[in-house]
Protein backbone atom coordinates (compact mmCIF):
# COMPACT_ATOMS: atom_id res chain seq x y z
CA UNK A 1 0.00 0.00 0.00
CA UNK A 2 0.99 3.36 -1.16
CA UNK A 3 2.18 5.65 1.77
CA UNK A 4 0.31 8.56 2.26
CA UNK A 5 1.76 11.90 1.03
CA UNK A 6 3.33 14.00 3.55
CA UNK A 7 4.82 17.08 1.46
CA UNK A 8 2.45 18.22 -0.35
CA UNK A 9 -1.83 17.99 -0.76
CA UNK A 10 -3.88 16.96 -3.73
CA UNK A 11 -4.54 20.35 -4.60
CA UNK A 12 -0.75 21.13 -5.32
CA UNK A 13 0.14 17.75 -6.37
CA UNK A 14 -2.81 18.46 -9.43
CA UNK A 15 -2.51 22.23 -9.83
CA UNK A 16 -1.53 23.12 -13.36
CA UNK A 17 2.10 24.47 -13.16
CA UNK A 18 2.54 27.86 -11.81
CA UNK A 19 4.83 30.83 -13.06
CA UNK A 20 6.77 31.97 -9.44
CA UNK A 21 6.29 35.82 -8.82
CA UNK A 22 9.12 36.97 -7.97
CA UNK A 23 10.26 38.40 -4.30
CA UNK A 24 10.24 42.00 -3.29
CA UNK A 25 13.27 43.76 -3.98
CA UNK A 26 14.44 47.56 -3.55
CA UNK A 27 12.10 51.00 -2.89
CA UNK A 28 8.51 51.33 -4.12
CA UNK A 29 5.34 53.12 -3.78
CA UNK A 30 1.97 52.11 -4.37
CA UNK A 31 -1.45 53.75 -3.64
CA UNK A 32 -2.48 50.21 -1.53
CA UNK A 33 -0.26 47.09 -0.08
CA UNK A 34 -1.92 44.23 0.40
CA UNK A 35 -0.21 41.91 2.74
CA UNK A 36 -1.85 37.93 2.43
CA UNK A 37 -1.76 35.91 -0.61
CA UNK A 38 -5.21 33.77 0.14
CA UNK A 39 -8.62 34.52 -1.30
CA UNK A 40 -9.33 37.69 0.66
CA UNK A 41 -5.96 39.59 -0.63
CA UNK A 42 -6.47 38.47 -4.21
CA UNK A 43 -10.32 39.13 -4.27
CA UNK A 44 -9.35 42.52 -3.24
CA UNK A 45 -6.73 43.13 -5.47
CA UNK A 46 -9.07 41.86 -8.20
CA UNK A 47 -11.77 44.03 -7.42
CA UNK A 48 -9.67 46.86 -7.31
CA UNK A 49 -8.30 45.94 -10.98
CA UNK A 50 -11.84 45.33 -12.08
CA UNK A 51 -12.62 49.11 -10.76
CA UNK A 52 -9.80 50.24 -12.58
CA UNK A 53 -7.46 51.05 -9.31
CA UNK A 54 -4.17 49.25 -10.42
CA UNK A 55 -1.37 50.37 -8.03
CA UNK A 56 -1.88 48.16 -5.84
CA UNK A 57 1.18 45.71 -4.30
CA UNK A 58 0.47 41.87 -3.17
CA UNK A 59 2.95 40.72 -0.57
CA UNK A 60 2.66 36.93 -0.12
CA UNK A 61 5.32 35.60 2.47
CA UNK A 62 5.37 31.75 0.94
CA UNK A 63 3.00 31.62 -2.11
CA UNK A 64 -0.23 32.20 -3.90
CA UNK A 65 -2.95 30.02 -1.95
CA UNK A 66 -0.39 28.61 0.64
CA UNK A 67 -2.31 28.97 3.48
CA UNK A 68 -6.20 28.05 4.17
CA UNK A 69 -7.49 29.45 0.51
CA UNK A 70 -5.30 26.36 -0.89
CA UNK A 71 -6.34 23.96 1.10
CA UNK A 72 -9.70 23.36 2.46
CA UNK A 73 -12.71 21.80 0.86
CA UNK A 74 -13.72 23.72 -2.08
CA UNK A 75 -17.21 24.08 -1.09
CA UNK A 76 -18.66 27.32 -2.77
CA UNK A 77 -22.01 28.49 -1.11
CA UNK A 78 -23.85 31.43 1.08
CA UNK A 79 -23.46 32.15 4.45
CA UNK A 80 -21.61 32.44 7.37
CA UNK A 81 -20.19 30.49 9.96
CA UNK A 82 -22.62 31.89 12.36
CA UNK A 83 -25.45 30.20 11.47
CA UNK A 84 -28.62 31.95 9.59
CA UNK A 85 -30.46 31.80 13.26
CA UNK A 86 -28.14 33.21 15.51
CA UNK A 87 -27.54 36.26 12.77
CA UNK A 88 -31.48 36.98 12.81
CA UNK A 89 -31.09 36.78 16.60
CA UNK A 90 -28.57 39.53 16.86
CA UNK A 91 -29.08 41.77 13.85
CA UNK A 92 -32.51 41.26 13.54
CA UNK A 93 -34.56 40.37 9.62
CA UNK A 94 -33.29 43.13 7.60
CA UNK A 95 -29.52 43.67 8.48
CA UNK A 96 -29.08 40.24 8.67
CA UNK A 97 -30.51 39.38 5.16
CA UNK A 98 -28.41 42.18 3.62
CA UNK A 99 -25.51 40.47 5.25
CA UNK A 100 -26.32 36.91 3.81
CA UNK A 101 -26.82 38.74 0.20
CA UNK A 102 -23.27 39.73 0.08
CA UNK A 103 -22.60 36.29 -0.01
CA UNK A 104 -25.27 35.06 -2.60
CA UNK A 105 -24.08 37.41 -4.86
CA UNK A 106 -20.30 36.36 -3.73
CA UNK A 107 -21.17 32.69 -5.23
CA UNK A 108 -22.60 34.42 -8.14
CA UNK A 109 -19.59 36.34 -8.23
CA UNK A 110 -17.30 33.51 -8.51
CA UNK A 111 -19.06 31.43 -10.58
CA UNK A 112 -18.56 34.67 -13.76
CA UNK A 113 -14.82 35.60 -12.64
CA UNK A 114 -14.37 31.31 -13.40
CA UNK A 115 -16.47 31.72 -17.06
CA UNK A 116 -15.01 35.56 -17.67
CA UNK A 117 -11.47 34.73 -16.65
CA UNK A 118 -11.48 31.08 -17.98
CA UNK A 119 -10.32 29.83 -14.94
CA UNK A 120 -9.12 26.16 -15.22
CA UNK A 121 -10.38 25.02 -11.63
CA UNK A 122 -12.34 21.81 -12.00
CA UNK A 123 -15.91 24.07 -10.79
CA UNK A 124 -18.48 21.13 -10.63
CA UNK A 125 -22.03 23.88 -10.73
CA UNK A 126 -24.02 21.12 -9.02
CA UNK A 127 -25.03 22.57 -5.46
CA UNK A 128 -24.75 20.75 -2.20
CA UNK A 129 -26.38 18.75 0.24
CA UNK A 130 -26.45 19.06 3.44
CA UNK A 131 -27.50 15.40 4.62
CA UNK A 132 -29.05 14.58 8.54
CA UNK A 133 -27.33 12.78 10.25
CA UNK A 134 -29.99 12.06 12.79
CA UNK A 135 -33.39 10.57 12.43
CA UNK A 136 -35.50 13.98 13.82
CA UNK A 137 -36.09 15.92 10.65
CA UNK A 138 -37.35 19.02 12.22
CA UNK A 139 -33.74 20.71 12.17
CA UNK A 140 -34.52 20.61 8.40
CA UNK A 141 -37.57 21.69 8.49
CA UNK A 142 -36.75 24.43 10.49
CA UNK A 143 -33.36 25.74 8.70
CA UNK A 144 -35.41 25.38 5.43
CA UNK A 145 -38.26 27.51 6.64
CA UNK A 146 -36.12 30.20 7.98
CA UNK A 147 -34.12 30.15 5.26
CA UNK A 148 -36.89 30.66 3.19
CA UNK A 149 -38.68 33.00 5.10
CA UNK A 150 -36.10 35.22 5.79
CA UNK A 151 -33.88 35.01 3.15
CA UNK A 152 -35.46 34.04 0.08
CA UNK A 153 -33.38 31.31 -0.29
CA UNK A 154 -35.40 27.60 -1.51
CA UNK A 155 -33.60 24.77 -0.46
CA UNK A 156 -35.07 21.13 -1.68
CA UNK A 157 -36.35 18.14 0.68
CA UNK A 158 -34.76 15.11 -0.10
CA UNK A 159 -36.30 11.82 1.00
CA UNK A 160 -34.05 9.01 3.05
CA UNK A 161 -35.01 7.53 -1.00
CA UNK A 162 -33.28 10.39 -2.36
CA UNK A 163 -30.70 10.65 -0.56
CA UNK A 164 -29.82 6.76 -0.46
CA UNK A 165 -30.18 7.41 -4.30
CA UNK A 166 -27.01 9.81 -4.41
CA UNK A 167 -25.35 8.64 -1.01
CA UNK A 168 -24.79 4.21 -0.58
CA UNK A 169 -25.17 4.69 3.06
CA UNK A 170 -27.71 4.12 5.51
CA UNK A 171 -26.18 7.27 7.79
CA UNK A 172 -28.59 9.31 6.52
CA UNK A 173 -32.43 9.74 7.35
CA UNK A 174 -32.94 13.02 5.22
CA UNK A 175 -31.37 16.21 3.50
CA UNK A 176 -31.75 19.47 2.08
CA UNK A 177 -30.31 20.49 -1.50
CA UNK A 178 -28.77 23.93 -1.74
CA UNK A 179 -28.73 24.26 -6.11
CA UNK A 180 -27.04 27.95 -5.93
CA UNK A 181 -23.49 26.36 -4.29
CA UNK A 182 -20.30 24.38 -6.47
CA UNK A 183 -17.27 23.25 -5.54
CA UNK A 184 -13.73 23.93 -7.24
CA UNK A 185 -10.10 22.80 -7.03
CA UNK A 186 -9.80 25.94 -4.17
CA UNK A 187 -5.67 26.10 -5.17
CA UNK A 188 -5.91 26.26 -8.43
CA UNK A 189 -8.66 29.07 -8.51
CA UNK A 190 -6.61 31.23 -5.69
CA UNK A 191 -3.81 30.94 -8.94
CA UNK A 192 -6.36 31.95 -11.24
CA UNK A 193 -7.47 35.01 -9.30
CA UNK A 194 -3.65 36.26 -8.94
CA UNK A 195 -3.03 35.83 -12.69
CA UNK A 196 -6.12 37.72 -13.75
CA UNK A 197 -4.92 40.75 -11.06
CA UNK A 198 -1.39 40.37 -12.38
CA UNK A 199 -2.75 41.10 -15.82
CA UNK A 200 -4.50 43.95 -15.19
CA UNK A 201 -1.21 45.58 -13.70
CA UNK A 202 -1.55 44.65 -9.77
CA UNK A 203 2.06 43.97 -8.53
CA UNK A 204 2.62 40.25 -6.57
CA UNK A 205 5.35 39.14 -5.07
CA UNK A 206 6.13 35.79 -3.53
CA UNK A 207 8.26 34.83 -0.86
CA UNK A 208 8.17 38.42 0.58
CA UNK A 209 7.35 38.28 4.31
CA UNK A 210 6.39 41.13 5.63
CA UNK A 211 8.42 41.91 8.84
CA UNK A 212 7.44 45.38 9.73
CA UNK A 213 4.93 47.50 9.18
CA UNK A 214 5.35 51.33 10.50
CA UNK A 215 3.19 55.07 9.70
CA UNK A 216 5.30 57.27 7.16
CA UNK A 217 6.27 60.82 7.88
CA UNK A 218 4.15 61.79 5.10
CA UNK A 219 0.69 59.93 6.52
CA UNK A 220 0.99 57.48 4.81
CA UNK A 221 2.39 53.74 5.61
CA UNK A 222 5.79 51.63 5.11
CA UNK A 223 5.76 48.23 4.32
CA UNK A 224 9.28 46.14 5.04
CA UNK A 225 10.43 42.90 3.80
CA UNK A 226 13.83 40.98 4.25
CA UNK A 227 14.23 42.34 0.48
CA UNK A 228 12.88 45.91 -0.01
CA UNK A 229 10.24 48.27 1.03
CA UNK A 230 6.62 49.86 -0.01
CA UNK A 231 5.21 52.80 0.51
CA UNK A 232 1.56 53.24 0.36
CA UNK A 233 -1.79 55.19 1.56
CA UNK A 234 -3.39 52.27 2.44
CA UNK A 235 -2.32 48.75 3.83
CA UNK A 236 -4.81 45.72 4.05
CA UNK A 237 -4.14 43.11 6.12
CA UNK A 238 -5.45 39.84 5.12
CA UNK A 239 -3.46 36.73 6.35
CA UNK A 240 -6.24 34.42 7.90
CA UNK A 241 -5.34 31.70 10.32
CA UNK A 242 -0.74 32.43 9.05
CA UNK A 243 -0.70 35.96 11.73
CA UNK A 244 1.28 38.75 10.26
CA UNK A 245 2.60 39.87 13.29
CA UNK A 246 2.19 43.48 12.28
CA UNK A 247 -0.35 44.99 14.44
CA UNK A 248 -1.18 43.44 17.58
CA UNK A 249 -4.39 44.64 17.83
CA UNK A 250 -5.43 42.86 14.33
CA UNK A 251 -3.92 39.39 15.21
CA UNK A 252 -5.19 39.15 18.41
CA UNK A 253 -8.68 39.38 17.43
CA UNK A 254 -8.35 35.57 16.03
CA UNK A 255 -7.71 32.80 16.90
CA UNK A 256 -5.50 29.74 14.12
CA UNK A 257 -7.52 26.90 13.96
CA UNK A 258 -6.58 23.65 12.25
CA UNK A 259 -8.97 21.68 10.08
CA UNK A 260 -8.17 18.11 8.09
CA UNK A 261 -8.67 16.90 4.35
CA UNK A 262 -7.23 13.65 2.92
CA UNK A 263 -8.31 12.49 -0.65
CA UNK A 264 -8.65 8.55 -1.68
CA UNK A 265 -6.85 7.20 -4.24
CA UNK A 266 -8.89 6.65 -7.55
CA UNK A 267 -11.71 4.79 -7.26
CA UNK A 268 -13.22 4.25 -10.79
CA UNK A 269 -16.64 2.43 -11.05
CA UNK A 270 -16.93 1.75 -7.24
CA UNK A 271 -17.26 6.08 -6.82
CA UNK A 272 -20.78 5.97 -7.84
CA UNK A 273 -21.42 2.76 -5.96
CA UNK A 274 -20.76 4.98 -3.00
CA UNK A 275 -21.31 9.05 -3.67
CA UNK A 276 -23.74 8.67 -7.03
CA UNK A 277 -24.04 12.76 -7.27
CA UNK A 278 -22.02 15.67 -8.14
CA UNK A 279 -22.97 17.80 -5.43
CA UNK A 280 -21.05 18.37 -2.47
CA UNK A 281 -22.07 16.94 0.89
CA UNK A 282 -21.80 17.88 4.72
CA UNK A 283 -23.77 17.18 7.62
CA UNK A 284 -25.56 18.14 10.36
CA UNK A 285 -23.94 18.14 13.31
CA UNK A 286 -21.60 20.44 14.62
CA UNK A 287 -18.19 18.59 14.31
CA UNK A 288 -19.48 17.50 10.70
CA UNK A 289 -17.90 15.78 7.99
CA UNK A 290 -17.57 17.41 4.34
CA UNK A 291 -16.82 15.33 1.15
CA UNK A 292 -17.29 15.81 -2.65
CA UNK A 293 -16.15 13.69 -5.38
CA UNK A 294 -13.27 14.59 -7.38
CA UNK A 295 -13.33 14.75 -11.53
CA UNK A 296 -10.33 12.00 -11.13
CA UNK A 297 -12.94 9.67 -9.48
CA UNK A 298 -11.15 10.04 -6.45
CA UNK A 299 -12.91 10.97 -2.62
CA UNK A 300 -11.68 13.94 -0.90
CA UNK A 301 -13.07 13.99 2.65
CA UNK A 302 -12.98 16.45 5.39
CA UNK A 303 -14.12 17.35 8.59
CA UNK A 304 -13.06 18.04 12.58
CA UNK A 305 -11.94 21.05 14.44
CA UNK A 306 -8.88 21.36 16.42
CA UNK A 307 -6.35 23.45 17.63
CA UNK A 308 -3.48 21.05 17.11
CA UNK A 309 -2.40 21.52 13.29
CA UNK A 310 -1.59 17.06 12.95
CA UNK A 311 0.64 15.53 10.70
CA UNK A 312 -0.44 13.93 7.44
CA UNK A 313 -0.40 10.54 8.86
CA UNK A 314 -2.53 11.47 12.31
CA UNK A 315 -4.84 12.70 9.58
CA UNK A 316 -5.09 10.03 7.52
CA UNK A 317 -6.21 7.66 10.58
CA UNK A 318 -8.34 10.35 11.88
CA UNK A 319 -10.28 10.96 8.99
CA UNK A 320 -10.61 7.33 8.09
CA UNK A 321 -12.38 6.29 11.13
CA UNK A 322 -14.94 8.89 10.21
CA UNK A 323 -15.08 8.02 6.54
CA UNK A 324 -15.26 4.25 7.50
CA UNK A 325 -18.71 5.54 9.59
CA UNK A 326 -20.59 6.28 6.78
CA UNK A 327 -19.10 4.38 4.21
CA UNK A 328 -17.81 0.83 5.59
CA UNK A 329 -17.53 -0.66 2.08
CA UNK A 330 -14.36 1.37 1.84
CA UNK A 331 -12.07 0.04 4.11
CA UNK A 332 -9.87 -1.07 1.70
CA UNK A 333 -9.24 1.84 0.44
CA UNK A 334 -6.11 3.38 -0.01
CA UNK A 335 -5.65 7.54 1.18
CA UNK A 336 -3.06 9.36 -0.70
CA UNK A 337 -2.99 12.42 0.38
CA UNK A 338 -3.69 14.14 3.95
CA UNK A 339 -3.17 17.56 5.52
CA UNK A 340 -3.87 20.04 7.97
CA UNK A 341 -4.16 23.80 7.67
CA UNK A 342 -5.14 26.85 10.26
CA UNK A 343 -8.31 29.01 9.58
CA UNK A 344 -8.93 32.24 11.47
CA UNK A 345 -11.63 32.39 13.76
CA UNK A 346 -13.41 34.97 15.61
CA UNK A 347 -14.93 34.37 18.51
CA UNK A 348 -18.36 35.95 17.50
CA UNK A 349 -17.95 33.63 14.05
CA UNK A 350 -18.31 36.51 11.97
CA UNK A 351 -15.52 38.19 9.51
CA UNK A 352 -13.78 40.81 10.60
CA UNK A 353 -13.77 43.77 8.31
CA UNK A 354 -12.57 47.16 8.97
CA UNK A 355 -9.81 49.92 9.36
CA UNK A 356 -8.17 51.72 11.79
CA UNK A 357 -9.85 55.13 9.99
CA UNK A 358 -5.97 56.44 8.88
CA UNK A 359 -5.17 53.85 5.83
CA UNK A 360 -4.70 50.63 7.65
CA UNK A 361 -7.66 47.78 6.71
CA UNK A 362 -7.91 44.05 7.29
CA UNK A 363 -10.13 41.43 6.26
CA UNK A 364 -9.92 38.16 8.14
CA UNK A 365 -11.70 35.48 10.43
CA UNK A 366 -13.44 33.83 7.54
CA UNK A 367 -12.99 30.05 8.69
CA UNK A 368 -15.37 27.14 7.88
CA UNK A 369 -17.38 29.38 5.00
CA UNK A 370 -14.58 31.17 3.42
CA UNK A 371 -14.91 30.86 -0.29
CA UNK A 372 -18.08 33.68 -0.55
CA UNK A 373 -17.74 35.84 2.13
CA UNK A 374 -13.28 36.21 1.22
CA UNK A 375 -14.85 37.47 -2.53
CA UNK A 376 -17.54 39.77 -0.75
CA UNK A 377 -14.87 41.02 1.66
CA UNK A 378 -12.44 41.42 -1.37
CA UNK A 379 -15.66 43.53 -3.29
CA UNK A 380 -16.55 45.56 -0.18
CA UNK A 381 -13.10 46.97 0.40
CA UNK A 382 -12.65 47.54 -3.13
CA UNK A 383 -15.54 49.73 -2.67
CA UNK A 384 -14.39 51.21 0.54
CA UNK A 385 -10.77 52.19 -0.84
CA UNK A 386 -12.35 53.96 -4.18
CA UNK A 387 -14.14 55.74 -2.07
CA UNK A 388 -17.46 55.48 -3.79
CA UNK A 389 -19.16 52.34 -0.86
CA UNK A 390 -19.71 52.64 2.65
CA UNK A 391 -21.35 48.99 2.51
CA UNK A 392 -17.94 47.51 4.81
CA UNK A 393 -19.88 49.64 7.37
CA UNK A 394 -22.59 46.40 7.45
CA UNK A 395 -19.91 44.97 9.39
CA UNK A 396 -18.78 47.00 12.20
CA UNK A 397 -21.35 44.93 14.69
CA UNK A 398 -18.26 42.35 14.03
CA UNK A 399 -14.84 44.12 14.87
CA UNK A 400 -11.50 43.18 16.55
CA UNK A 401 -12.95 41.04 19.25
CA UNK A 402 -9.75 40.08 21.67
CA UNK A 403 -9.34 35.91 21.22
CA UNK A 404 -7.13 35.67 24.43
CA UNK A 405 -4.43 33.35 23.15
CA UNK A 406 -3.38 30.91 24.49
CA UNK A 407 -6.23 30.62 27.06
CA UNK A 408 -8.91 31.31 24.08
CA UNK A 409 -7.70 27.79 22.49
CA UNK A 410 -8.62 26.34 25.54
CA UNK A 411 -12.23 27.92 25.54
CA UNK A 412 -12.49 27.30 21.76
CA UNK A 413 -11.41 23.31 22.30
CA UNK A 414 -13.69 22.78 25.43
CA UNK A 415 -16.97 24.00 23.34
CA UNK A 416 -15.95 21.97 20.19
CA UNK A 417 -15.61 18.80 23.14
CA UNK A 418 -19.13 20.03 24.66
CA UNK A 419 -20.75 20.31 21.24
CA UNK A 420 -19.34 17.01 19.86
CA UNK A 421 -20.63 15.08 23.05
CA UNK A 422 -24.31 16.73 22.63
CA UNK A 423 -24.13 14.91 19.08
CA UNK A 424 -22.52 11.73 20.56
CA UNK A 425 -25.53 12.06 23.09
CA UNK A 426 -28.48 12.70 20.20
CA UNK A 427 -26.62 10.18 18.20
CA UNK A 428 -27.16 7.67 21.44
CA UNK A 429 -30.80 8.73 22.33
CA UNK A 430 -31.60 7.83 18.93
CA UNK A 431 -30.50 4.53 19.06
Same mark, same amino acid.
Given at each position: ?25 G ?14 G????L ?41 L ?29 D ?26 R ?21 L ?5 ? !????? $???? @????? +?? =? &???? /??? !????? $???? @????? +?? =? &???? /? ?10 ? @? ?5 ? =? ?111 M ?9 L??A ?68
Amino acid at each position: MTAVSTTASYYRATALPHESCAPLEGRHDARIVIIGGGFAGLNTALSLAERGIRDVTLLEAEDIGFGASGRNGGFVFAGYSLGEAALLERLGASRARSLFTHTVAAVETIRARIRQYDIDCDCVDHGVIWANWFRDPEVLRARQRLLSENFDATWEWLSREDMAERLRTPRYS !AGLFE $RNAM @HIHPL +AY =A &RGLA /GVA !AEQGV $RIHE @HSKAT +AL =A &RASN /GGWIVRTRGGSV @HAEHVVL =ACGGYLAGLDRHVDRAVLPIATYVMVTEPLGARLAETVNTRAAVYDTRFAFDYYRALPDTRLLWGGRISVRDRSAHAVKHLLRKDLLRVYPSLADVRIDYAWSGLMSYARHEMPQIGTDGHGLWWAQAFGGHGLAPTTAAGKLLAGALAGDDEDWREFAEFGLVRSFRPFGYLGAQARYSWLQMKDRLKEALEG
